[in-house]
């Protein structure tokens, strides 16, 4: 089998990495690829600040007030938008596609989402293909 895995480097651009998790799920509907063409999220958290805990005591009844929940869901926001996003694309083609294995491994850099970030392409015969396939099943 002619494997190959693309790792895609989109820094702390959820969206991108989300708007290519769509357009492979496209691909594999509309040209029936199935599990030939899989796509995992390998999401490193970044180191969180902490959040500064408020100098103001609370209410009588126990409650923060409406602004400080929001303040804190925004920053609960910014520490998720923070986690460094990389996506690791396989292609897993039997040995007599080999020219559709090619064309995907030409297309998918080239296509919208994935031009905008750091690509990689891990082969089946280079030497750290291994620890790559190793990462990449352990992938949720």
Partial sequence: MAQSILIFDFGTNEEAAQQARHKVDGWKQGFRLGNKL???FERTEEEPKAPAESAEPKSAAGKKPASKKKSAAKEE????????VRVLVRLDFSD?????????LDRIP?????????????RHADASFAKTAELFESLD
């Fill in 38 to 40: 899989l796509l995992k």
């Fill in 77 to 84: 926001e910014k520490a998720e938008s923070s986690a460094h």
């Fill in 96 to 104: 007599h596609e080999k020219l559709s294995h090619q064309r995907w």
């Fill in 110 to 122: 080239t296509e919208e989402p994935f031009k905008s970030a750091k690509g990689e392409t891990v």
